[in-house]
C-alpha cells in the first residue's frame, strides 16, 4: 500500500423506505474537486481524524463521519467498511478513499453552503438513469457503487453484502476505460475483464 498518498473517509448514507433502499448525494459547486459532480459525502483525513487510530481504516471511518456532519449535518454512527479507491497516477489529486456504508439517523439534512449546491434522497438505480440520460455528474467510484446498491432492497441488505471492503486500484487506460484489479490488463493481473467504459454514455461495466 502506498503510504505516500493521503487518504480520505466517504459516507454512503442509506434508508430504507415503501419504495426500496435510497442513498443520499450531493452536488459539489462548479470549482474544485469533482466540480459539478453528484457525490457522497467524504474528504480527507484530518490528524484529529487519527487520534488513537490504530488502523488506516479507523481514521478513514472517523473523517467519513466528521466530514459528512460538516457538509449535510448528520452525523452517521456504525459505519461499514464497503471499498478502497486508490485513484489512477493521472489523477490531479489522489486520495486513497475507503466508502463506508451507514445507517442515516433521523436527523433533518442541512447542506453546508459553501461545498454543497444540492442534495438529494435517491434510489441507486434512478441516479444510475439519470446518469445515462447525461442529467447528472457521477464519477466512477460513485458509479459502480450506485450500481451495487441498485441490487439491495434495504440498508440491512446492503450492510449484509459488505461482509469485507474490495479495494479498487484504478489504472487509466486509453478512450477512457478504467480497470481494476482482476483485468487482464491491470498490472496486478488477472485472467478476465474488470472495467468501466466511460467513452460514452451509458456507461458500460464488464467483470468476468
Known amino acids: 500500500m502506498d503510504e505516500t498518498l493521503l487518504v480520505g473517509g466517504t459516507t ?27 457525490v457522497f459525502p467524504g474528504g480527507v483525513t484530518e490528524e ?35 471499498s478502497c479507491w ?20 433521523d436527523a433533518v439534512v442541512h447542506a453546508a453552503p459553501d461545498e454543497v449546491v444540492d442534495v438529494q434522497w435517491i ?11 447525461g442529467d447528472m455528474v457521477l464519477y466512477p467510484p460513485t458509479w459502480i457503487t ?16 459488505a461482509s469485507a471492503p474490495e479495494h479498487y486500484t484504478t489504472v487509466l487506460l486509453g478512450g477512457g476505460v478504467f480497470v481494476w484489479e482482476g483485468d487482464s490488463e491491470h498490472p496486478a493481473g488477472g485472467a478476465g475483464r474488470h472495467r468501466l467504459d466511460t467513452s460514452s454514455l451509458p456507461w458500460i461495466y464488464t467483470r468476468d
Open 86 to 105: 486508490v485513484p489512477p497516477v493521472e489523477a490531479p489529486k489522489r486520495v486513497r478513499t475507503w466508502f463506508f456504508l451507514a445507517q442515516a439517523p
Open 12 to 38: 454512503v448514507l442509506l434508508r430504507s423506505t415503501g419504495a426500496g433502499l435510497q442513498t443520499l448525494l450531493m452536488r459539489r459547486p462548479e470549482r474544485g474537486s469533482f466540480a459539478g459532480a453528484w
Open 123 to 133: 434510489a441507486p438505480a434512478d441516479a444510475l438513469r439519470r446518469h445515462a440520460d
Open 146 to 161: 450506485l450500481r451495487r446498491l441498485a441490487a439491495r432492497s434495504s440498508v440491512d441488505d446492503a450492510v449484509a453484502a
Open 48 to 82: 484529529t481524524d487519527a487520534e488513537g487510530a490504530v488502523t488506516e481504516v479507523q481514521t478513514a471511518e472517523r473523517a467519513a463521519a466528521r466530514e459528512c456532519e460538516e457538509e449535510v449535518g448528520v452525523r452517521p454512527e456504525h459505519l461499514t467498511a464497503l
